[in-house]
Nanobody, 123 residues
Framework: QVQLVESGGGSVQPGGSLRLSCAAS????????IGWFRQAPGKEHKGFGC????????WYEDSVKGRFTISRDNARNTVFLQLTSLKPEDTGVYSC????????????????WGQGTQVTVSS
């Protein structure tokens, strides 16, 4: 069974940083696009960034551009999400998902999902 596992969430103060991991346990992520999604309290699940499986290009939604960075370590079969300059509105459950290559990662068909990890930004 294809599986993704997120880790690294926690509670931080505004302005703080976290690094989230998205690890694949049953398949190689080398050529998969990996997207990151967030569900804030009382809001819909929404994608905010991704890394392409074909050329490792990245896309970020405007609200996180310059603060969040997605990278890939194929040797560790893991994608990382570095969160910096965190704001209270970044609070939510962060999930990663995988899609086969072919489409730009921001419009890819994500079919394999992790369970999510909670990020809370509060003073």
């Amino acid at each position: 069974q294809v599986q993704l596992v997120e880790s690294g969430g926690g509670s931080v103060q505004p302005g703080g940083s976290l690094r989230l991991s998205c690890a694949a346990s049953t398949f190689s992520i080398d050529h998969y696009s990996i997207g990151w999604f967030r569900q804030a309290p009382g809001k819909e699940h929404k994608g905010f960034g991704c890394i392409s499986g074909s050329d490792n290009s990245t896309w970020y939604e405007d609200s996180v551009k310059g603060r969040f960075t997605i990278s890939r370590d194929n040797a560790r079969n893991t994608v990382f999400l570095q969160l910096t300059s965190l704001k209270p509105e970044d609070t939510g459950v962060y999930s990663c998902a995988a899609a086969p290559p072919g489409l730009q990662c921001q419009i890819a068909a994500y079919a394999t999902w992790g369970q999510g990890t909670q990020v809370t930004v509060s003073s």
